[in-house]
């Protein structure tokens, strides 16, 4: 054990064996220490250790253990008030942890709060990933687990999505293989952020797949909050395929769950979805009703990306119900959350949509340019292919009209094309 944190502070100090080993003992013998082969006087431990600047004492590792894990737990369960209050806990007794296990366990859950914190720390996050990286070669199965996990957390809010597929597959992959201790609860959230990655590339079957194998541990473990996560991806695959009455269905299921748990967040986002299905199924008065009730929670919860959102579809809504100055007020609502952001989706989705409510305010050359230049090409690297298919078309449509028939031929098979990537 002392050979293993010798070694995790030599190399986080950047020191080679030679430079610490010189004038204590032998490379060799440093190197039979480290690796735990070699029976160890107690002066040269103590001097290694000096040299370092670490103790050769340890402390009640099993106690670290338990209260990461519990830290863990907070996070996978979403309790993340609680995650908040226990962090000052937790990083007062890391203060006296020199095992080098604990250590990297803290770094990757660290990561993972810093991911998954009401205000997220990118850059932390992936420093010390960056970190734990450098040192993958000291981490056991479970720690390779979590790692992976965490990378593809990761890159899902940096929208890396087929990254972060690849980390999850890894993760996956230690859990079939090897005889690790990973807690189910864990492995119900691989299978949940699995299904979320696949989400964003719009594969709908593997959406599917993995979204009922993580409901399958939660509902076991009575995790419902979680359970509605999934049901509320189960939804939105079924909603892009327009199987409507399934996507109805997974999207009541979720409503059960965050009804009893009084969870704001996820009302909100359960009823804008049921707002999108009605939309999709033409029943404008009936999307406006969701729509608004989705609003009710999402000022509550004070996100102006998401009540942004939220006033999108419903200027929308209005729009497809030819209520032109309720659409016009709607989009002005969201334009004003959205504020300076020029990144978001919404934006680019308020931006047609203005186009076309204002009309004859606009060149048909602006409008035009804003779609095939900027907006189409945003969600082709974004992989939004109902969206790059959704505005092709309507592009196609406006060339059609003009009698522009070798342009709207081009933009027909680019939404043709969109729509095949979507399965």
């Known amino acids: 054990m002392v050979g293993q944190r010798i070694r995790y502070y030599r190399k986080t100090k950047g020191l080679t064996q030679e430079e610490l080993a010189q004038g204590i003992c032998s490379?060799?013998?440093?190197?039979?220490?480290?690796?735990?082969d070699a029976k160890s006087s107690e002066e040269v431990i103590n001097l290694l250790c000096e040299r370092l600047g670490i103790s050769p004492e340890e402390v009640d590792s099993n106690e670290i253990l338990e209260l990461l894990n519990e830290w863990n737990m907070m996070m996978v369960n979403r309790r993340f008030e609680e995650a908040d209050d226990f962090f000052e806990k937790v990083q007062e007794k890391m203060q006296i942890v020199n095992e080098p296990e604990l250590i990297l366990r803290y770094e990757l859950f660290l990561a993972r709060y810093y991911i998954v914190t009401a205000n997220p720390n990118i850059n932390a996050a992936s420093n010390l990933l960056l970190k734990v990286n450098n040192l993958k070669e000291q981490l056991t199965p479970e720690l390779i687990f979590y790692f992976n996990i965490v990378s593809g957390s990761l890159n899902i809010n940096q929208n890396n999505h087929k990254l972060s597929i690849q980390f999850f597959k890894k993760a996956e992959d230690i859990y079939n293989t090897t005889n690790s201790n990973i807690n189910e609860s864990d492995v119900a959230v691989l299978y949940y952020l699995t299904a979320l990655a696949y989400g964003y590339l719009m594969r709908i079957s593997a959406v599917n797949s993995y979204a009922f194998k993580a409901i399958g541990i939660f509902d076991k473990e009575y995790n419902y909050s979680r359970s509605a996560d999934c049901q509320i991806l189960l939804a939105i695959s079924y909603r892009?395929?327009?199987?409507?009455?399934?996507?109805?269905?997974?999207?009541?299921?979720?409503?059960?769950?965050?009804?009893?748990?009084?969870d704001n967040f996820t009302s909100g986002v359960i009823y804008h979805n049921l707002g999108y299905v009605f939309s999709c199924k033409k029943e404008h008065l009936k999307a406006v009703e969701f729509f608004k009730k989705s609003l009710f929670y999402k000022e509550k919860d004070g996100d102006p990306e998401r009540i942004a959102g939220t006033s999108y579809m419903l200027a929308q809504e209005f729009f497809e119900l030819q209520d032109f100055e309720q659409a016009r007020q709607w989009i002005k609502k969201s334009f004003d959350n959205l504020g300076n952001n020029t990144t978001s989706d919404f934006y680019y989705h308020l931006q047609i949509l203005n186009y076309r409510v204002e009309g004859s305010e606009y060149t048909w050359s602006e409008f035009e340019t804003f779609v095939s230049k900027e907006a189409i090409p945003h969600f082709e690297k974004r992989n939004m292919w109902?969206?790059?298919?959704?505005?092709?078309?309507?592009?196609?449509?406006?060339?059609?009209?003009?009698?522009?028939?070798?342009?709207?031929?081009?933009?027909y098979r680019i939404s043709n094309n969109s729509r095949k990537k979507i399965f």
Do not use: M
Request: proline letters at 0%.
């Open 27 to 36: 490379v060799s013998y440093l190197s039979k220490i480290e690796k735990g």
């Open 240 to 262: 892009r395929v327009q199987n409507y009455d399934q996507a109805e269905y997974h999207l009541n299921q979720a409503l059960k769950y965050s009804r009893s748990f009084h």
């Open 386 to 411: 109902e969206y790059v298919s959704l505005y092709s078309e309507l592009l196609a449509d406006s060339y059609f009209d003009q009698s522009q028939y070798k342009k709207a031929s081009l933009f």
